[in-house]
């Protein structure tokens, strides 16, 4: 790098020759230096290598100048956020610890599959214990998922994990952040947001991308405002402030405008034919997909009224909630106030209109206004009574236990529903030191619970000792005399002959292993070799589990990739023709990729022969013209 450079003999005055002058590369001014050493085709080693040659370059490359930090913002472009513009900072020292905690966590994801494989994964303590910046986990784990999605599915399948556990971690402490603010200074909406995105951590929600969303629906509302009444009050409203129309019949206004913007224009409607769809119930995909629950459309009802100053209030009426907007200075009695049913296109109700909703009277009781904590409760009851209403898939187990986490955050001591996440965690097997724990802060709150508490509590103990002594796991090989009936193997992508599915093979018994009570329940005595035959664990497409006799499937004619979420947990790869199993599943069927190989090129190798003979063919008939 400071190799001399030679020029050409000049002629001086008097006509002597002059010696030719020497130039290195470290005389030129360190900007040039700079903005040579900053060239996209040099990566970090080389700016190491350079560095090393002599002071100078050294002095050039030093940890809070340019070069590292354009090496840094080469490297990790999602950081930028994170640093503010021209910001002195130690950018080797960034980059040295950015690097470290990268291989740190690839190591990381890399075990937990030799360790969780056949249980549920339920912590990822040791990320956190890490004592990293978070932004750089985070970092790290997106970089893993961004990579060539065929390839490294089960290092993708745990880092999608510790990402979800490391975001859920994040909104909780926001949530309780939240909480504890001032009640006047909860908003419904910032509360919504944060149920969202924990049970979406994946998605990119934030609330100023749904507060952008309802800035544009504002002023589409004031537009249409603007031709009724020009000289409006809500119309000099500004965003960000707080303002109140007095007027009764000017807040009649907005709301007029705000119904035909949002149900005419915009079209948005209840629900009422997937009621029961979580999506109902996250304000991002309400904003999506123009439609709702009463809960999520009153919290998007209300906010927009407020922004253009009308106050409406939240109220918690059984089985269809509700807004209630106040037509007296001061209200309180029931019949003060008008009843504003956001599910049913904002049509405004009496107190006594509101109970022809559920059929039957109620007290006084239901039509007052709540605060925002239990509109949150309310939100996440409706998601908690969906996972349990669920398949019993991994998704409703997924949801069941995000909306326990969010309810027990914001009503810790909820005996009831504290017995139900001890009881869910004990029938997944997770977290039995937390069971015992949980279980015993209902012996504390509650002790009638004594009965359902002890046999947990025997249980869990069981489990913990159990754990203590694992079991090695099950090997089958396919060469085994009991086994000669199995015609299929892991990995292969198969079809039901009579459902139809989609599936890929990950575990198969030589007969069916299931209780009799399945068997009849299934109707497996039907089959014309009944439960006497190999039956197959299966990952399908729609994202179940399944357990499959042979005779109802067969090999793929065009193999596709299984969109399923845990196939990450069972194979690396998908391979244009089959899924090749990691060295967890292949440990437990040590012989069957082979012959999953000679399945595959019996099956397919041969049609694309063929289809390269007619495409030689083809041409040489064309050649031929």
């Known amino acids: 790098m400071a190799t001399s450079v030679a020029g050409e003999g000049q002629l001086s005055l008097n006509g002597i020759v002059s010696e030719p002058q020497t130039k290195k590369l470290t005389d030129l001014p360190t900007e040039l230096l700079e903005y040579i050493l900053c060239f996209p085709v040099l990566k970090h080693v080389d700016i190491c290598n350079v560095s090393c040659c002599c002071k100078r370059l050294h002095d050039v490359c030093h940890g809070r100048g340019k070069v590292w930090g354009h090496q840094y913002k080469l490297r990790w472009p999602r950081l930028q956020r994170f ?72 290092l993708k399948y745990y880092a999608k994990k510790i990402l979800y556990f490391l975001r859920q971690q994040n909104i909780l402490r926001s949530l309780k ?31 100023d991308s749904i507060s952008a969303q309802l ?24 965003q960000g402030d707080c303002f109140v129309v007095e007027d009764f019949e000017l807040q009649r206004q907005v709301l007029c405008a705000l119904n035909s913007v949002l149900y005419e224009q915009l079209q948005y409607k209840g629900n009422e034919f997937d009621y029961y769809n979580p999506l109902n119930s996250y304000i991002h995909q309400v904003l999506l997909r123009h439609t709702g629950i009463p809960i999520s459309l009153s919290v998007l009802y209300m906010t927009l009224a407020q922004r253009l100053g009308v106050q409406l209030e939240p109220v918690n009426f059984p089985n269809h909630f509700l807004l209630r907007w106040c037509q007296k200075p001061r209200g309180e009695d029931i019949y003060d106030f008008v009843y504003i049913d956001a599910f049913g296109r904002g049509k405004q109700l009496t107190a006594k209109e509101c109970e022809y909703l559920i059929g039957h009277q109620v007290t006084a009781d239901y039509y007052s206004a709540i605060s925002t904590t239990e509109v949150l409760l309310r939100m996440v009851g409706n998601l908690l009574n969906i996972g349990k209403r669920g398949e019993g898939n991994e998704k409703s187990y997924q949801l069941l236990r995000d909306s326990l986490d969010l309810y027990l955050t914001i009503n810790p001591d909820n005996v009831q529903y504290l017995l139900l996440q001890a009881r869910l ?39 913990i000792q159990h754990k203590k002594h694992p079991v090695a796991p099950e090997v089958k090989k396919r060469s085994a005399p009991e086994h000669k009936e199995v015609q299929y193997s892991v990995g292969l992508i198969m ?11 990950y575990g198969w018994d030589p007969k069916c292993t299931m209780s009799q009570e399945w068997i009849t329940t299934m109707r ?21 589990c399944r357990y499959a006799a042979q005779e109802n499937l067969e090999p793929h004619s065009a193999p596709l990739e299984i969109g399923h979420p845990e196939v990450g947990r069972y194979f690396s790869e998908f391979s244009d023709t089959h899924y090749i199993a ?12 082979d012959v999953t190989l000679d399945t595959v090129r019996e099956l ?15 041409l040489s008939f064309n050649s031929k013209m």
């Open 425 to 463: 965690y004990f029938h997944l097997g997770i977290w039995p030191e937390k069971v015992l724990d949980i279980l015993q802060h209902i012996q504390a709150l509650d002790p009638s619970q004594h009965g359902a508490v002890g046999y947990l509590v025997q249980h869990t103990l069981e489990h």
């Open 495 to 505: 079809k039901h002959k009579r459902s139809g599915y989609n599936c890929v093979i």
């Open 177 to 207: 952040t939240f909480l504890e603010q001032p009640a006047e200074q909860q908003s419904a909406l910032e509360g919504a947001v944060l149920v969202d995105q924990y049970c979406n951590p994946l998605a990119d929600v934030t609330l």
């Open 604 to 618: 397919y190798m041969q049609k694309t022969l063929n289809y390269e003979n007619v495409y030689i063919n083809k």
């Open 524 to 544: 497996v005595h039907q089959l014309s070799k009944g439960a006497n035959q190999p039956f197959y664990n299966v990952l399908v497409q729609d994202g179940t």
């Open 582 to 593: 990691n060295e967890e599943l292949q440990t437990r069927y040590p012989e069957d990729m």
């Open 83 to 154: 640093y503010r513009q021209n910001e002195s900072c130690d950018w080797l020292r960034e980059y040295k610890t950015r690097h470290r905690v990268g291989i740190q966590i690839r190591r990381t994801v890399e075990s937990i599959s030799k360790r969780f494989f056949t249980e549920v994964v339920n912590s990822f303590a040791e990320i956190e214990s890490l004592g990293m910046p978070e932004h750089f986990c985070e970092d790290e784990l997106l970089f893993i998922l961004n990579t060539d999605k065929r390839k490294s599915l089960t």
């Open 215 to 238: 800035d544009e629906i504002t002023e589409k509302v004031k537009k249409m405002l603007r031709l009724k009444n020009p000289s409006h009050p809500s119309l000099r409203i500004a």
